[in-house]
């Protein structure tokens, strides 16, 4: 075996312990840190009500601003909401996965700080690799906000993450260093309305294509 295959089996096996350890850490309940599609996140599991609390302490937020999800597939997303209206459907034909967390009707039995005050909880498939490996894997929901304290600017390297949060968070999984400025756009589905809560790496000219112009407000 040659060097270059040495140095790269060896990078394979560091990565199938690092994600070993991140499922590990996830199932006892823990937070890590992760990179998603856009910035680094919080990854809890989300159906785990003391994890999530957990969550909300490390970045210092307000229990009443929820925080987003990321599912692994169309029968997770179906555990967590009660409709999928047609708009919605288009929207995540298109942008799924990837950097649009849309916001639907939530289950009643979901923990409180996943749900919004109209009773929406958001939620989106990762593009990126990791992340949507460990969903899978876990076969429950991860909750996804930024790696940061509420107030400070997002963390875009594993370095920034872990200056935030050394001591009190075990896993920090390295994906380099990630090019989103904004994080994903958050839109919110009500009937044949869509409202962009916060834009991000979709744009609202982007949503209108799929979903008509009339259709979406800011």
Known sequence: MSKNEIASFRAK??????FTAALA???????????TETLYGLGADALNAAAVERVFQLKGRDAANPIPV???DRAMLDALVTEVTPPAERLIAEF????????LPARQDLPKPLVN??????????????AAALVKALGRPMTA?????????????????RHYFAGRIEI???GGELTSRTGSTVAE??????????????????LQRVAGKNRVES
């Open 70 to 72: 990321l599912v692994a």
């Open 117 to 130: 005050s109209t009773g929406g909880i958001g939620v989106r498939i990762s593009s990126r690799p990791i």
């Open 189 to 206: 589905i009500s009937s044949e309305r869509i409202r962009i809560i916060r834009q991000g790496d979709i744009s609202k000219e982007d």
């Open 96 to 103: 799924w996965p990837g950097p649009l967390t849309l916001v």
């Open 13 to 18: 096996e560091t990565r199938i312990e690092v």
């Open 145 to 161: 906000t930024s790696a940061n304290p509420s107030g400070q600017p997002a963390a875009r390297t594993v370095e920034q993450a």
């Open 172 to 174: 920090f999984i390295d």
């Open 25 to 35: 850490a996830l199932k006892r309940g823990e937070v890590i840190v992760l990179p």
